[in-house]
T-cell receptor, first 113, second 113 residues
Framework: AQSVTQPDIHITVSEGASLELRCNYSYGATPYLFWYVQSPGQGLQLLLKYFSGDTLVQGIKGFEAEFKRSQSSFNLRKPSVHWSDAAEYFCAVVEFEGNKLVFGAGTILRVKS | GAVVSQHPSRVICKSGTSVKIECRSLDFQATTMFWYRQFPKQSLMLMATSNEGSKATYEQGVEKDKFLINHASLTLSTLTVTSAHPEDSSFYIC?????????FGQGTRLTVV
């Protein structure tokens, strides 16, 4: 079965600084990968997704992610963080048997001014 | 993106009563719906997958008689927590998929007192 690892439980960055959230997956073939953001008490909003093609994917709110097959990674990046980006971020991969999403444990992003 | 509406957003119920949560896909036909449970400061745990017109497939450890799922149409799925107990208090999130991407509802905060 597929699994997703987000090694960082919490990350704190200064407003205006760059951000990288790590995500590693285990899957033999090319996976379908997603990044979601969740604000407190809210559902999930899709930031971006990767199915195939260009390995650098652009998403909403200025986020991007790069699929690196050799490292089994799909790290999320943003060049300049805004205070409104403070939230919890989940990386997910589709488990094709059952067509369901498998989520990482999440990374809580704190932004300090 | 597509819109998934989940209702209610918050519910408080007495121990021993049942609670129904609705999940609607507003602008697309959801052939598959997923129900997740999220404990505080934890990731989303898939409870069950339902395909329209079929019985739901429950994940290991999820009591099918306690968490009743109905997916009677391509736009509506319901989760009923029967004989709720305080340990059922949690954040429940649905997602709906009509193809390769799933869209999430806003979540329901259930508190059993």
């Amino acid at each position: 079965a597929q699994s997703v690892t987000q090694p960082d439980i919490h990350i704190t960055v200064s407003e205006g600084a760059s951000l990288e959230l790590r995500c590693n997956y285990s899957y033999g073939a090319t996976p379908y990968l997603f990044w979601y953001v969740q604000s407190p008490g809210q559902g999930l909003q899709l930031l971006l997704k990767y199915f195939s093609g260009d390995t650098l994917v652009q998403g909403i709110k200025g986020f991007e992610a790069e699929f690196k097959r050799s490292q089994s990674s799909f790290n999320l990046r943003k060049p300049s963080v805004h205070w409104s980006d403070a939230a919890e971020y989940f990386c997910a991969v589709v488990e094709f048997e059952g067509n369901k999403l498998v989520f990482g444990a999440g990374t809580i992003l704190r932004v300090k001014s | 993106g597509a819109v998934v509406s989940q209702h209610p957003s918050r519910v408080i119920c007495k121990s021993g009563t049942s609670v129904k949560i609705e999940c609607r896909s507003l602008d697309f036909q959801a052939t598959t719906m997923f129900w997740y449970r999220q404990f505080p400061k934890q990731s989303l745990m898939l409870m069950a997958t339902s395909n329209e017109g079929s019985k739901a497939t429950y994940e290991q450890g999820v009591e099918k008689d306690k968490f009743l799922i109905n997916h009677a149409s391509l736009t509506l799925s319901t989760l009923t927590v029967t004989s709720a107990h305080p340990e059922d208090s949690s954040f429940y999130i649905c997602s709906a998929s009509g193809g390769s991407e799933a869209f999430f509802g806003q979540g329901t905060r259930l508190t059993v007192v």
